[in-house]
């Protein structure tokens, strides 16, 4: 196993880590349910933001927008290919019931696209954070817009929708990129920089510990026919057809190798709190997040040492 993969696999296992110390203290009973509503909405609405601001001002600059542009439009073209998949294969689910089945095509359009990417790419490239918030741009607008409308339907409104997708996460991305086009970011004093990259960096770490805490209420069995039937499609067949795909495109080397990180995702870590939000079935999504992200520890690896071995991934110095 070579250092990159071996980085990969350091990242998630202590992703996992932090996972396992939210389920401790909710079975010690640190933290309730109220808490993990409380804290998530905290970090959501203050952490994430400071997460964006703090990557992009120091990784984004004018010089690379014109290379990083297809970014959004591949990050909808991968949720595109996943609903397909998803739509055609639902009815493989032993459990037939609706929300299960719109569950399953929401987590096969929807990955880990933004949590673990970050961590991967501060693993083997740091600088590579600030595209997973450039592809964000496109990604959250369909999350909330359409990935919302796959659990709850005609139920959500137009406004609601509107609401969602403009939230304060997409606000701050847009006038960080835009204070970067200007090159704002240089006559920013630093103690402002310091604090929002500390804050930041405390997000990752938050997030994981509030989702064992979320993953403690959905019981002890957690393995079954529809969530390994899950990890296979999130995990192999759908990797193996965006890379089939990604491949096929003139890319830029940056934005091609990106996508080759997002292909290979897990469901996404706010799946469980959308489902319980909107609709579908979120035991089945929190375990579905769970079992995908401890498999990744393996398959992540494996494949970009695999990819490494074809020449389709190059790497970066």
């Known amino acids: 196993m070579n250092d990159m993969s071996l980085s990969v696999m350091c990242s998630i296992t202590s992703m996992l880590g932090m996972c396992a110390f939210g389920l401790i203290a909710r079975h010690l009973k640190y933290i309730d349910e109220d808490d993990v509503r409380k804290w998530n909405k905290f970090i959501?609405?203050?952490?994430?933001?400071?997460?964006?601001?703090?990557?992009?001002?120091?990784?984004?600059?004018?010089?690379?927008?014109?290379?990083?542009?297809?970014?959004?439009?591949m990050g909808l073209l991968m949720i595109f290919i996943g609903t397909v998949i998803g739509?055609?294969?639902?009815?493989?689910?032993?459990?037939?019931?609706?929300?299960?089945?719109k569950m399953f095509v929401h987590m096969c359009a929807f990955s880990n696209t933004v949590m673990l990417p970050v961590v991967i790419w501060v693993s083997i490239y740091e600088p590579g954070m600030a595209w997973v918030f450039i592809m964000s741009l496109g990604l959250s607008s369909a999350f909330w817009g359409y990935g919302t409308f796959?659990?709850?339907?005609?139920?959500?409104?137009?406004?609601?929708?509107?609401?969602?997708?403009?939230?304060?996460?997409?606000?701050?991305?847009?006038?960080?990129?835009?204070?970067?086009?200007?090159?704002?970011?240089?006559?920013?004093?630093?103690?402002?920089?310091?604090?929002?990259?500390g804050m930041g960096k405390a997000a990752i770490p938050?997030?994981?510990?509030?989702?064992?805490?979320?993953?403690?209420?959905?019981?002890?069995?957690?393995?079954?026919?529809?969530?390994?039937?899950?990890?296979?499609?999130?995990?192999?067949?759908?990797?193996i057809v965006l890379i089939v795909v990604i491949c096929l495109l003139p890319l830029s080397k940056e934005v091609f190798h990106h996508c080759l990180v997002v292909a290979l995702m897990p469901v996404a870590l706010n799946t469980t709190s959308v489902a319980k939000r909107y609709g579908g079935d979120s035991d089945f999504a929190a375990k579905c997040v769970i079992v995908t992200m401890i498999a990744s520890m393996v398959t992540i690896p494996v494949s970009l040492m695999t990819l490494h071995k074809m020449g389709i991934w190059i790497g970066f110095d």
């Open 44 to 73: 959501m609405d203050f952490l994430i933001p400071m997460l964006i601001f703090s990557s992009l001002i120091k990784s984004f600059n004018r010089e690379q927008a014109l290379d990083m542009w297809p970014l959004p439009f």
């Open 206 to 239: 938050l997030i994981l510990i509030i989702l064992g805490a979320s993953v403690y209420s959905t019981g002890k069995r957690i393995i079954s026919f529809d969530v390994i039937y899950v990890a296979i499609f999130r995990l192999f067949i759908i990797p």
């Open 87 to 101: 739509y055609i294969f639902r009815f493989g689910l032993k459990n037939q019931n609706d929300d299960s089945r």
């Open 150 to 197: 796959l659990l709850a339907g005609s139920k959500i409104t137009l406004r609601e929708k509107v609401k969602n997708i403009f939230s304060i996460n997409f606000i701050v991305l847009i006038l960080t990129l835009t204070m970067c086009l200007l090159d704002i970011p240089k006559h920013l004093p630093h103690p402002a920089i310091v604090i929002a990259d």
